[in-house]
Each structure stands twice: as structure tokens, then as C-alpha cells.
């Protein structure tokens, strides 16, 4: 149950960054990405992997 409980506070974790992110860094300019881009995307990764593990979790019962 350990590589569940791991895999849900990174997806937990990946979630949370990410909305902030995405929610807080429209004005930051940096020369390779948009702050606030990269935070959409971990956030639907964060998602993702919540939702996987999740599944993993109620099929393993």
C-alpha cells in the first residue's frame, strides 16, 4: 500500500503546484516557458496520476 500512498502524494502534490501555478503566475516572464502553462499541465498530470491510482487502488479490493 506504501507505492499507492506514494503515488497519491504526488499526485496530490504535482495538483496543488500546479494550480498555483497556473493561478498565480500569469505575469511571471521567464525566456523558455510560461509559468502559467507549465502549471496547466501539472495540474492535468497531477490529475491524471490521481485518477490511475485511484482506480489501482478500488480494482486491487
Known sequence: M??????LAAGTGML???M???TT???VETPVFALD????VL???GGIE???TGYLVARRK
Open 2 to 7: 506504501s507505492q499507492h500512498t506514494a503515488s
Open 20 to 22: 498555483i501555478l497556473a
Open 25 to 27: 503566475a500569469g505575469n
Open 43 to 45: 495540474a492535468v498530470l
Open 50 to 52: 490521481l485518477v490511475v
Open 37 to 40: 502553462k507549465v502549471g496547466v
Open 16 to 18: 496543488v503546484v500546479g
